[in-house]
């Protein structure tokens, strides 16, 4: 009997990058999805200083007192499919535009300016995602901050689309993009940078399955918190442009000039600490997910950018 050759096939092109994309779906979709609790109390703190300002577990409290535990799952709908599809772009974009910078660049090239192709390629791959994204972002912030407003994602959705128009739905782009591209850079820079320190010191090719989750848990545990404070601002902007409409004849940027200007530099980070606590679990989640989902299906490691490869 001739001899099978054990070694799997290497995948390339959209079998490849299709991988990449669910599973960036997968983890992008369930840990949000997960945080959906501490998202809702976040984003009231934001919203509404003056009533929730007992931090926040005084704010889970005040929650589920004035309208029940029900509550606190209020957007999981919009947040679940928003950011499945959020993940899908990013963390598929992130690996297919650092390919292409390697194509581009040469390897050697693309490796000793490895910090410019990380932060470059997970600013396009956000880009794109928050084209997806900020539809199912403003109808969830508008479920979040006015439970009245809609029943659900379907509900909600179709109601701003068909009393606002489909203008209504990218209102908040601009502060989306402020928001999530930094943010997305800081996360994808801190953890490839935190990565590969550690793997500086311990040998990839001899470590676990188990000790490789645990190290894109503490990677990614740290990059979430370098991304919630670089992005704070902004999201504390998105939330409040998409809590009501503007004005008549008041633009996008009329609008934000003039919330900056409300807030101060002590008000955009209201909320820091449930923000804190909610990115850098779900980012340390969101890590791990992805590097155990990419093997699950056969779609190991990823585009690498080692300085001594």
């Known amino acids: 009997m001739a001899a099978v050759d054990a070694t799997p096939e ?16 997968a983890c992008c979709g369930i840990t949000h999805g997960a945080l959906t609790p501490v998202d809702v109390v976040k984003t009231r703190i934001q919203l509404e200083p003056a009533v929730y300002n007992k931090g926040m577990i005084g704010g889970f409290r005040q ?16 947040t679940f499919a928003g950011y499945s599809l959020q993940g899908c772009f990013k963390f598929g974009g992130y690996e297919l535009f650092k390919q292409q910078s390697i194509n581009i660049l040469g390897y050697d090239v693309a490796a000793q300016n490895r ?59 601009g502060p989306i993009l402020f928001k999530q591209v930094p943010y997305t850079m800081a996360k994808f820079v801190v953890y490839e940078k935190v990565s ?24 990614g545990l ?24 503007g004005l008549p004849g008041e633009g996008t940027t009329t609008r934000l000039i003039k919330i900056a200007k409300e807030l101060g530099l002590k008000g955009s980070f209201t909320g820091l600490g449930a923000r804190l606590f909610m990115v850098g679990t779900l980012t340390a989640g969101q890590f791990a997910i992805y590097g155990d989902v990419k093997k699950a299906l056969g779609a190991v490691g990823g585009v690498e950018i080692a300085a001594n490869k």
């Open 63 to 78: 929650v589920i007192a004035s309208e029940g535990a029900g509550a606190l799952l209020t957007g999981l709908g919009p």
């Open 222 to 245: 740290i990059a979430g918190f370098a991304a919630a404070i670089v992005s704070q601002p902004a999201d504390t902007m998105l939330s409040k442009i998409n809590k009501t409409k």
């Open 10 to 25: 290497k995948l390339s092109g959209v079998a490849l990058y299709s991988r990449f994309a669910l599973a960036g779906a």
């Open 115 to 173: 910090t410019a192709v990380y932060l470059a390629s997970s600013a396009l791959a956000e880009f794109f995602a928050d084209i997806a994204l900020c539809p199912l972002e403003a109808t969830r912030i508008r479920l979040v901050s006015d439970p009245k407003f809609a029943s659900g994602l379907i509900s909600g959705f179709s109601k701003i689309a068909s009393t606002e128009g489909i203008g209504a739905f990218y209102s908040g782009f």
């Open 196 to 219: 590969e320190a550690i793997y500086g010191v311990v040998d990839k090719s001899t470590t676990s399955d188990l000790g490789q989750t645990g190290i894109n848990l503490g990677s």
